[in-house]
């Protein structure tokens, strides 16, 4: 099994003030962040976000325009791809196809001036790292597409570099090896303890496999953080809308409230409901609110917001209902499989309820 030393810093990366142009675009907007060593971080983001682009920018296939990256504390920012050691890996098989599996990873020893004796082991070594080692003397025309990305897994890490740059890889594969190999990559990352930059535009993807995740719009980082962070406490409404399911309302705040406190929002199609400030709200201030389906309650009794049953969708375990709010509104509650929490039936009339903190209210600028 390929292993790198622990306890060193070579495979941490800094981006500080990113700035990538291509003529009037912003592909990269002003990024900054740290990827520690040894941490799978995801660049997550819609298409045309600048996930790409700073994935090459790190490759050294683009150079900035502004910025700087550093590796290990290294200022590599205009250092040519060759010189900085990382291994690669992209969405379309890139297996030389007249090439055994074997010297297929090999080749990068080779090209590094590495004797025979010497590559072989090592692409043998990892080999058996992908759990592919009865493979070697096939060609990849032989192998499944799940096969043929393990390999160029292989062939990128033969070399033991300090960070995988990893685009799309899975993209090209159905959706069941799709998921048997988000967690085999994740597994591989922490056994060999390498740094992983993965950029996908699938956000059950980054949240199953990264440590961290950078959302991206428009070339701007819009937060980083864990998956569960992400999903809990969005800090903007794109990245509220952008990872999970989420109702949005429009509203006013009813009162003044700092940063992490509680308002009351009053909604625009009607009724008063409470949330958490993100950031600073002025009395009267325009608000998106932002609700997860599964903090939506149907309210014994009393106050709340007044909605219909319009659908009611079984998945085994959790139930969907949606609902047509007072004001016309459409939202979803779920309702997950034996909580115990009430349920309803299509045409029925309920009461619906939240707590303050479930509710997270973003400013919204005019
Ligand atoms: N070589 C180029 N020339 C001109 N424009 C480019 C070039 N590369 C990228 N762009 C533009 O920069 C923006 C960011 O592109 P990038 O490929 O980084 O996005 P992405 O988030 O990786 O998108 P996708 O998921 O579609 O690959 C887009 O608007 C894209 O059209």
């Not at 790190?58 to 590796?71: K, S, T």
């Not at 993965?198 to 937060?223: N, S």
């Amino acid at each position: 099994m390929l292993t790198l030393d622990p306890g060193r810093n070579a495979g941490s990366i800094a981006i500080e003030g990113l700035v990538k142009r291509f003529g009037p675009v912003r592909a990269v907007d002003d990024v900054s962040l740290d990827i520690r060593a040894g941490e799978f971080l995801a660049l997550l983001g819609p298409s045309g976000s600048g996930k790409t682009t700073i994935l090459m920018a790190i490759a050294g296939f683009e150079y900035p325009d502004a910025g700087r990256i550093l590796l290990g504390g290294e200022d590599i920012t205009w250092l040519p791809p060759n010189r900085r050691n990382l291994g690669m890996v992209f969405q379309r098989y890139t297996l030389f196809p007249h090439m055994s599996v074997l010297e297929n990873i090999a080749f990068p020893l080779k090209m590094r001036g590495i004797g025979r004796a010497e590559r072989e082991e090592r692409a043998r070594d990892a080999l058996r790292t992908v759990q592919l080692e009865q493979m070697g003397a096939r060609q990849p025309a032989q192998l499944s597409g799940g096969q043929q990305q393990r390999v160029a897994i292989a062939r990128a890490i033969v070399y033991r570099p300090r960070v995988l740059l990893m685009d799309e890889p899975l993209s090209a594969l159905d959706k069941k090896l799709r998921e048997e190999m988000q967690i085999e990559i994740k597994h591989l990352q922490r056994e060999i303890g390498i740094t992983v930059v993965f950029v996908t535009h699938d956000q059950t993807e980054a949240l199953t496999m990264a440590d961290r995740v950078a959302v991206l719009d428009h070339g701007r980082l819009q937060q980083i953080g864990a998956p569960r962070d992400l999903y809990e406490a969005p800090q903007t409404e794109f990245v509220a809308g952008f990872i999970g399911e989420t109702n949005f309302w429009s509203g006013t705040a009813a009162i003044a409230a700092a940063r992490g406190e509680a308002v009351a929002v009053r909604l625009d199609g009607g009724g008063v409901m409470p949330a958490t400030a993100v950031s600073p709200l002025p009395p009267g201030g325009r608000v998106r609110l932002a609700l997860r389906p599964e903090r939506l309650r149907i309210a014994a009794g009393g106050e709340g917001l007044e909605a219909r049953v319009t659908e009611a969708i079984y998945a085994g375990n959790a139930t969907t209902l949606m609902l047509q709010a007072a004001g016309g509104q459409m939202l979803r509650l779920r309702i997950p499989a034996g909580a115990g929490l009430p349920e309803a039936a299509v045409g029925e009339a309920v009461t619906l309820g939240w707590q303050a903190a479930d509710a997270r209210a973003f400013a919204v600028t005019p």
